[in-house]
């Protein structure tokens, strides 16, 4: 298999093939992860969450993520690599600038952020100057304190048509791909149907493009944590690290995973 580009990326949703991607933090496990088939795999800022320890992806820095992924880069052969901008990263266009050119220098071929509003024009200035972008939409743990705590986002009908505005938004400021984390089912449905770049869900419902999980949960990694429901331990069917993400990917290209019990209403 040859790498996977951005444009493969985008025809990948004109042809209705779907999108399997799962984070990854060190080389060893992106191996696996590469072998396995995975079209994208994310240097998450979950990475403050599931290797740091901490309660919320606040405190990871810029340069945490550009160690990660270069660590990841080393164990990538085919998959596209995507690294996220971390808290505050991206509260200036040129301060994303910076930090996603480290980030392409250190191996990945995307940058990702969360939110519309401002960061539509950091948006704008990454693809203005050749740095793809992938947008995220939707529950965006960065506002957590905001939002006080991880809930479903875009459930009343103000919030939805403000959701849908935004994905629209993102897609026409030049982002190449839309993270769609915890939104009804429907709404995800409506969003893909909108935007001409492809949605790639977590607890979005079976209709996006794609879907993503954290590694550590898709491998029933979650001790210490009540288990969202979006979530589903591969581990168990794939009888081995890189069986587990095999099955993962299977049941994503098969429409398997998500069942409609992991989708929110
Ligand atoms: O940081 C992360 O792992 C993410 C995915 C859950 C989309 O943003
Ligand atoms: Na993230």
Redesign the pocket.
Known sequence: RARLTVPALRRMKAEGRRIA?I?AYDAGFARSVDAAGIDLV???????M?CQGHDS?LPVTVDDIAYHTACVARGLYTALLVA?LPFQADATPERALDASTRFLQAGAAMA?L?GAGHKLEVIRLLSEREIPVCA?LGLT?QSVLRLGGYKVQGREAAAARRLLEDAKAVADAGADAL?L?CVPSSLAAEITAAVAIPT?G?GAGPACDGQ???LHDLLGMNSGHRRPRFVKDFLADGGSIEGAFRAYADAVRSGAFPAPEHGYD
């Open positions: 991607a984070t994310l240097v998450g800022d979950s990475l403050g599931v992806t996220d990702k969360e995220h743990p993270v984390e790639i977590i993503i999980l954290v």
